[in-house]
């Protein structure tokens, strides 16, 4: 967590009780806020709005436009509770907002369920089903055209058995610790379960069209062996295919 306050007081108090939960790094204003953000990359970020040098708004607007680090949750504090202080705050991108004075349990709540948010994110992206759209995963353009671009390149190279890790990143045009920070971020995958997840979700809508045998659908998502695709599927989904064949069509009758 990186804690944003330019009230020394405050931010100790705020670091002591959080310090149980989370590792706590922090700043006294927005631009050394930003500078941390863009070195340590944290999992939440709890700001105070009225600051010197660079307020909260300013923060929260340079945090989600930035590609490396938009997927970051942000929690703003702020004395300025006026109904169009709060819509400046969203209007910005923040994920939550709090009044001061607060209740600290109030504040881990909010704090807790942002990250909640985030890992039921994650966990659709990983369960069982058709491709998520990449809307539903995402909290912002930059994230949402930056998942729905990768996950468009997979399917697009879905029947190439010979199609990897450095063809996505090469056809997205980044670095692969970025891309790996990014992809890992937004579905909790490593980026070649990412690819992996994407064919098996192909795989799954292929499936339920009743137009391709098993054998056929495992070949058109670039698996060469259909024994090794069941194995994966079943791994990734906990049935086999033919065992999701049949739920799907028990859930329909």
């Known amino acids: 967590m990186l804690l944003i306050e330019d009230n020394k007081v ?10 149980d939960q989370f590792r706590v790094k922090e700043a006294s204003n927005g ?13 939440v970020i709890i700001s105070d709005v009225m600051m010197p040098k660079m307020d909260g708004f300013e923060l929260c607007h340079e945090v ?31 994920d939550g907002y709090l009044s001061k004075p607060f209740n600290m349990n ?43 671009k990768s996950t468009k390149i997979v399917i697009a190279n879905v029947s190439n058995i010979d199609f990897t890790l450095d063809d996505l990143i090469g056809n997205l045009g980044m670095g692969r610790s970025q891309f790996y920070r990014k992809i890992s971020s937004l579905t909790g ?32 998502c670039g ?13 990734v989904f906990k049935v086999t295919p033919s065992q999701y064949i049949q739920d799907q069509k028990e859930k329909k009758e």
């Open 10 to 19: 405050l931010r100790n108090h705020i670091k002591n009780e959080l310090s």
């Open 31 to 43: 631009v050394e806020g930003l500078e941390k953000i863009r070195k340590y990359f944290p999992d």
């Open 64 to 94: 989600k436009n930035d590609f490396e680090i938009s997927h970051i949750p942000i929690l703003l504090l702020t004395a300025r509770n006026l109904d169009e202080d709060i819509l400046q705050g969203y209007q910005t991108g923040a």
């Open 106 to 148: 109030i504040l881990k709540a909010r704090v807790v369920n942002l990250l909640e948010a985030r890992k039921r994110s994650r966990d659709r992206f990983s369960s069982i089903g058709g491709i998520v759209p990449s809307s539903d995963m995402t909290i912002n353009s930059l994230d949402e055209q930056f998942l729905e």
């Open 189 to 220: 995958q490593n980026p070649s379960n990412f690819i992996r997840t994407i064919r098996l979700k192909y795989a799954s809508e292929l499936l339920l069209t009743n137009n391709y045998s098993i054998k056929e659908v495992a070949h058109s």
């Open 223 to 235: 698996f060469n062996s259909t024994a090794y695709f069941t194995k994966t599927f079943k791994e």
